[in-house]
C-alpha cells in the first residue's frame, strides 16, 4: 500500500580533515540551513563511517593527507578541498564557494561526478573574480557568480499512468485500470478514493513509463463493489500528487514552459500528502506571488528537481493557476529550454539551431515590496 506518512530525510555523515575552526563553523552553519538533506558532521572518534569526507588541501602536504584519508576510509567520497587544483586525479572541490551552490557540488561529488583530471585541466588557466567583498572567506553566500544554466525536460501527461488516472477521475463511473491484462489499482470517482491493488514500488516503475496501452474497465455495481468501497483507503488527491512526484522525476510537466506565470490558489494539506522536499517554502512564497518558473528559479535557492517535481503535483491536484504568455507560440514551447540562476533572459534553442532571448519577466505581474527589492539587488541595481 502506499504511505503517505513522511519519511525521515536522507542523512549524509560528514567528516572534516585538517579544516580550521572557521571554516568548520561556516560548514556547520550551512548544513543547518539545508533541510533536504541531513548533513551531520561527525569527528573520527565517533566510530562512525563517512559517506563524505572534506580534506583541506591547501596545506603543504594536502595531497598526501588527501591520500592517507582515502586509504583509511576507502568506501567513502573523499574530497580535495582547496584553492589550488591538485596535481593528482581526486573529487575536487574548489575554494572559495558560495552557500547557493555548495549542496549542489556535494551531491555531484557524491554520484561520483566533480573529478579532477590534472592531464586535461593542466593547460588552462583557473582565474579568480574578486567581488565588491573580495576576503579569504572559503564560503560566501554572495551570488556574484557567472551564469549557472541548466538544461530542462518537459514530459506529457498522455499514455503515463498519471494521465489516466487524472482522466477518470473526472469521470462517474468505478474504473479499474490494468497492465498486462491485471488491474493495479481502482478508481472512485464518486468516493474520491482509490484501492491499490498491488505494491507501491510496482507504481512508481510503472509512472516512468509513457509506452503503456494502458486499458481500463468498468467495475459494475454489484454487492462485491460495497466491499471494494470499504477497502479503498487512499484519497484519491493524495494518489494523484504521489503519482505526479513519481512521473515527474525533476521534469517540467506540459503545458506549463519557463514562461508560465504560476500562482497557488490555496496551500495544498501537506500533512495528508506524501514528502516533498521544500513544499512549504514553495507554497509560501508561491500562493502569496504569481511568478514565472525562470524568475523563481532565481529567486529561491532550491533544487531545481523540488521545484518541478512541486510544479507536477500542484498542479495535477488543480492547486495551480497557470498564465500562459501570449507570445509563446506552441513551437517555442517544444524546444529544449534552458534556466539560469543569474538573471538574464531565457535562451531557446530552436528548431533551426539559432538562439532567441525573451524578457521572461514580461508575462508575469511585477513584483511589489519586499520583492521588488530583491529583484533589484538580483540585477545588480
Not at 500528502?273 to 529567486?299: C, D, H, Q
Amino acid at each position: 500500500m502506499m504511505n503517505n506518512s513522511i519519511p525521515k530525510v536522507k542523512t549524509a555523515d560528514v567528516l572534516l580533515i585538517n579544516v580550521d575552526d572557521r571554516q568548520t563553523a561556516l560548514l556547520r552553519m550551512a548544513f543547518k540551513m539545508y533541510n533536504s538533506v541531513n548533513y551531520q558532521l561527525i569527528q573520527p572518534e565517533d566510530n562512525v563511517q563517512p559517506e563524505l569526507i572534506l580534506v583541506d588541501g591547501d596545506a603543504e602536504d594536502g595531497e598526501a593527507i588527501w591520500q592517507k584519508t582515502k586509504d583509511t576510509y576507502p568506501h567513502a567520497v573523499v574530497v580535495f578541498f582547496a584553492r589550488q587544483a591538485p596535481s593528482i586525479t581526486v573529487p575536487y572541490l574548489m575554494k572559495p564557494i558560495k552557500f547557493d551552490t555548495l549542496f549542489q557540488h556535494l551531491r555531484n561529488l557524491q554520484q561520483g561526478n566533480g573529478v579532477w583530471l590534472p592531464e586535461i585541466y593542466s593547460d588552462f588557466e583557473t582565474v579568480e573574480t574578486k567581488t565588491d567583498k573580495a576576503s579569504n572567506d572559503d564560503i560566501s553566500p554572495s551570488a556574484n557568480t557567472s551564469s549557472q544554466s541548466v538544461t530542462i525536460e518537459r514530459f506529457h501527461t498522455q499514455h503515463t499512468l498519471l494521465g489516466v488516472v487524472k482522466n477518470l477521475s473526472q469521470q462517474k463511473e468505478d474504473t479499474a485500470i490494468l497492465f498486462e491484462g491485471k488491474p493495479v489499482l481502482i478508481v472512485f470517482p464518486d468516493l474520491a478514493k482509490v484501492l491499490l491493488v498491488v505494491e507501491s514500488d510496482v507504481l512508481q516503475k510503472l509512472c516512468m513509463r509513457n509506452d503503456v496501452e494502458w486499458k481500463t474497465r468498468v467495475v459494475p455495481a454489484s454487492a462485491s463493489t460495497d466491499k471494494l468501497h470499504k477497502k479503498a483507503k487512499l484519497k484519491l488527491q493524495a494518489c494523484i500528487w504521489q503519482l505526479s512526484i513519481w512521473t515527474s522525476r525533476g521534469r517540467l510537466i506540459a503545458p506549463i514552459t519557463p514562461n508560465t506565470v504560476i500562482k497557488l490558489k490555496a496551500w495544498p494539506n501537506l500533512t495528508r500528502l506524501a514528502y516533498l522536499p521544500e513544499a512549504i517554502r514553495l507554497s509560501a512564497f508561491l500562493v502569496r506571488s504569481p511568478v514565472a518558473l525562470n524568475t523563481l528559479y532565481k529567486l529561491l535557492p532550491v533544487s531545481l528537481e523540488d521545484v518541478l517535481n512541486y510544479i507536477a503535483a500542484t498542479y495535477s491536484i488543480d492547486a495551480l493557476e497557470i498564465e500562459q504568455p501570449l507570445n509563446h507560440s506552441a513551437l517555442q514551447q517544444e524546444q529544449e529550454m534552458i534556466l539560469t540562476r543569474k538573471v538574464s533572459p531565457l535562451v531557446l534553442h530552436t528548431a533551426d539551431g539559432t538562439e532567441s532571448a525573451e524578457d521572461t519577466e514580461g508575462g508575469a505581474e511585477k513584483p511589489k515590496g519586499l520583492l521588488a527589492r530583491l529583484m533589484g539587488r538580483l540585477r545588480g541595481n
